[in-house]
């Protein structure tokens, strides 16, 4: 996997479809606010790591809905 530095999911959509629009609405009650999230304590306790990073697992979500869903 590449290096690791934080990274926004904004900023991988972006890299990989496009300059899409993206609408800011207002925040409802639960909406999710955005969190820094790692998978240390997975690897720590479990044993378990990824084997591909979120820019790549995302492009294969994109690639699949296309196939799939986006027709």
């Not at 899409?20 to 999230?37: H, L, N, Q, S, W």
């Not at 790591?49 to 994109?62: H, L, S």
Request: net charge positive; glycine share 10%.
């Amino acid at each position: 996997m590449k290096g690791l530095r934080p990274v926004s999911i904004k900023e991988i959509i972006r890299k990989l479809v496009g300059d899409v629009k993206i609408e800011y609405k207002e925040a409802r009650p639960g909406d999710y606010e955005g969190k820094i999230v790692s998978s240390d304590k997975a690897k720590r306790e479990l044993g378990w790591q990824p084997r591909v990073d979120i820019e790549e697992g995302i492009k294969r979500y994109i690639d699949w809905y296309k196939s799939h869903i986006g027709k």
